[in-house]
């Protein structure tokens, strides 16, 4: 056998070997063959790896196979409990493959690599899959939370952990029994009813170590259905008036909690715990409106919670004022603020005349929440004014207001209110037309009043008379019985004294404008078009003082046309005349239309010393 397999010469026989006459020499020559020989055997592959041993469940396990310079098809195959399990088999392409498989189930599999459909040796091997208890799921409600008699239920995913399961439920008193039915897909379901409110400890183990996530805590809730919330303060309440009600558990106790939800901010409300078990609720309100009021035990919601309840305003901090509850006249809107001063709800106000009812508008400032109140009463006499919040009066309500009559048809005229010069007398006339109230006039000048003197001409008629001192814009006040006629207050342009300068030129009490028609001036043409562009834009060539543009140049006597340039004191058009005064150039004119002065200068008043 040395000879063929370890190519050995046979030198010696088998039976030289226990001979005790063999020669000393040719044994240790035959023996030393052996020291370098190697067995020329059949190669055959192997296998190595951690995979061919051991491995956990959904967790892939490896393994390396040497072909050993072995020819023929190689294949690895891999069975575990569930049956054939998945493998990637890889050529290295270096005379190796490389085997990963993946056991979903625990328990021993078994690994088989066969050379030509001969097993090599040392297979097949045996390794043993250990189970993840990591893997395994626990889920469902009824490990979350519950309610007294509710069935709580939960799933249980092994993952391929095939070991025994437990499940154990304990409750704030007494354990709570748990049926376990293992599904088709290999899943069990779970099922427990507790039976008193408070926490569940819910123990969770597969072969007697705990699963993920266990022991599971859970909160079994009281029957809200049992508990009773009542009294005046879930039903209705007035603003700065406490609200109170109670809360009867009724053998169902937890976590009370009780939050309260205002038009605008939340209301903190108090609750008082009660030797028998019950609770004392109390909440101010501050501002009227709808407010939700939440009542629950360990977080769910009583019967009958969220209430509802409307806080109604307190009209006692509700303030109504202004003159027109005082005073008024015919025909003169009567004017009036309500404050509600935080108490927001259904204003109603209503005005009685002495036979018909007034007019009303209201308006609300978005701002301020203060109400704007216009009444317009068409008849003298009492006035009964209603104001009320959320149909109850306010402070002062209903008032009680005398309505004079008023003075729409007093007439007033005269120059007087229709301009003047400074240092000149004037005058106008007031027309009573039958009314009898007391007549009042004064004046405001532009820097002090100027003294007005009334004469009574005993015919329902008066002449008032004034000197202004100055000249400016004069505001000319008129009343009867403290109520401005109509038109009042005037307002009155008196204007400088004046001298005139130059000869005549026929313009008294007219706006003149003289330009030209042949002028080769660009600058000439533009302030031409300038000026007629402000004229036009105020209107002025639409006045009956305003005459035609005249031309210069075209069938004007040149005696005349030098009087123009003398009087004006330059000779380049356009040359603008007010009441036969020359005007200010045409730059100083745009620079008045600029500054909104320009109206000023076309107010003048032909008188001159």
Not at 366 to 391: A, H, L, R, S
Not at 467 to 479: A, D, I, L, M, S
Not at 519 to 533: D, E, F, G, I, R
């Amino acid at each position: 056998m040395a000879e063929k397999r370890l190519d050995i010469p046979a030198i010696l026989n088998p039976e030289d070997m226990i001979s005790p006459d063999v020669d000393d020499l040719s044994m240790m020559t035959y023996i030393s063959y052996f020291r370098n020989a190697s067995m020329n055997a059949e190669p055959e592959p192997t296998a190595e790896g951690e995979g061919l041993y051991r491995g956990k469940v959904q967790t892939p396990a490896h393994f390396k196979i040497m072909r050993n310079g072995a020819d023929g098809i190689l294949t690895a195959r891999v069975e575990g409990p569930d049956g054939v399990v998945p493998s990637e088999f890889i050529d290295n392409y270096d005379g190796t493959y490389s085997v990963t498989y993946h056991p979903s189930f625990a328990g021993v599999h078994d690994i088989f690599i066969e050379l030509e459909g001969k097993g090599i040796p040392t297979s097949p091997f045996h390794p043993k899959i250990e189970p993840d208890i990591g893997l395994v799921r626990a889920y469902g409600p009824g490990l979350e939370t519950g309610k007294v008699g509710e069935p709580g239920l939960f799933v249980v995913e092994p993952n391929g952990h095939n070991g025994v399961l437990e499940v154990t439920v304990q409750g704030p008193k007494d354990p709570a029994i748990c049926t376990i039915k293992k599904r088709d897909d290999g899943n069990y379901d779970c099922e427990y009813t507790p039976t008193m409110a408070g926490e569940y400890i819910i123990n969770v183990k597969m072969d007697g170590e705990h699963v993920p996530g266990s022991p599971f805590h859970v909160i079994i809730l009281p029957d809200v259905s049992k508990i009773r919330a009542y009294g005046p303060g879930l039903e209705r309440g007035v603003v700065g008036e406490p609200g109170e009600f109670k809360v009867e558990p009724n053998g169902n106790d937890g976590v009370l909690k009780v939050w309260i939800e205002g038009p605008n901010d939340p209301a903190e409300c108090f609750i008082t715990k009660n030797p028998n078990g019950t609770y004392d609720c109390k909440y101010t309100p501050t501002t009227p409106g709808e407010y939700i009021i939440n009542v629950t035990m360990n977080d769910e919601h009583v019967p009958g919670s969220p209430f509802h309840v409307i806080i109604e305003p307190d009209v006692t901090q509700i303030r109504a004022y202004g003159p027109g509850l005082e005073r008024g006249t015919v025909n003169v809107p009567g004017e009036f603020k309500v404050d509600p001063n935080g108490n927001d709800g259904n204003l109603k106000i209503w005005v009685q005349g002495p036979n018909d009812p007034a007019k009303v508008t209201v308006v609300q400032d978005e701002n301020t929440k203060i109400y704007d109140v216009i009444y317009e009463p068409t008849e003298p006499g009492e006035y009964i004014i209603n104001v009320t919040m959320n149909d109850k009066h306010v402070p002062g309500s209903p008032f009680h207001v005398l309505i004079k009559d008023d003075y729409r048809n007093v007439v007033c005229s005269g120059p007087g209110l229709e301009g003047g010069t400074a240092d000149t007398p004037t005058d106008f006339t007031v027309f009573m037309n039958g009314h009898k109230g007391e007549l009042k006039v004064w004046i405001e000048g532009p820097n002090d009043p100027a003294l007005a003197t009334i004469f009574d001409n005993q015919d329902g008629t008066y002449k008032v008379e004034y000197t202004p001192t100055e000249p400016g814009e004069y505001h000319v006040n008129v009343t009867a019985d403290d109520i401005h006629v109509p038109g009042s207050p005037f307002i009155v342009i008196v204007q400088e004294k004046r001298v005139r300068t130059g000869p005549s030129l026929g313009g008294e009490g007219k706006i003149r404008v003289f330009y030209t028609t042949t002028s080769s001036s660009a600058a000439v043409k533009q302030n031409q078009k300038k000026l007629q562009t402000i004229l036009e834009k105020r209107n002025v060539h639409r006045r009956p003082d305003f005459e035609p543009w005249i031309a210069l140049d075209v069938g004007m006597n040149r005696d005349f046309r030098e009087m123009i340039f003398a009087k004006a004191g330059r000779r380049e058009p356009p040359l603008m005349f007010i009441d036969d005064e020359i005007a200010p150039t045409c730059d100083e004119i745009y620079k008045m239309e600029a500054e909104g002065k320009f109206d000023e200068l076309l107010r003048y008043m032909p008188k001159y010393d």
